[in-house]
Nanobody, 123 residues
Framework: QVQLVESGGGLVQAGGSLRLSCVAS????????MGWFRQASGKEREFVAA????????YYPDSVKGRFTISRDNAKNTVYLQMNSLKPEDTAVYYC????????????????WGQGTQVTVSS
């Protein structure tokens, strides 16, 4: 089992920045590829970012590429999502997730999920 706890969400004005953190406990953190997803009210869960076990590979959808950065610190069992130039359409609950695969973009390939943290971007 892997337990994931997100933090760092909040209310920010458009153009601002936030950094989300996700701390993992349980099994060996660096065995897992990690991802961030988001779900806006009334919408399906959407892929935001992914990083491989060692942090050497990352992947983003076009909607956040160049604005969001995923990183990890395996010594701290933590994965981060730095979000810059935030837009109102980034408003959602953000979830981190863990997969035993190298790197994944599909939510169905992730086994463990955090409880989510709310990000609200005002215009």
């Amino acid at each position: 089992q892997v337990q994931l706890v997100e933090s760092g969400g909040g209310l920010v004005q458009a153009g601002g920045s936030l950094r989300l953190s996700c701390v993992a406990s349980g099994r060996t953190f660096n065995n897992y590829g990690m991802g961030w997803f988001r779900q806006a009210s009334g919408k399906e869960r959407e892929f935001v970012a992914a990083i491989n076990w060692g942090g050497s590979s990352t992947y983003y959808p076009d909607s956040v590429k160049g604005r969001f950065t995923i990183s990890r610190d395996n010594a701290k069992n933590t994965v981060y999502l730095q979000m810059n130039s935030l837009k109102p359409e980034d408003t959602a609950v953000y979830y981190c997730a863990a997969t035993l695969n190298y790197i994944e973009v599909s939510s169905t390939r992730y086994t463990y999920w955090g409880q989510g943290t709310q990000v609200t971007v005002s215009s």
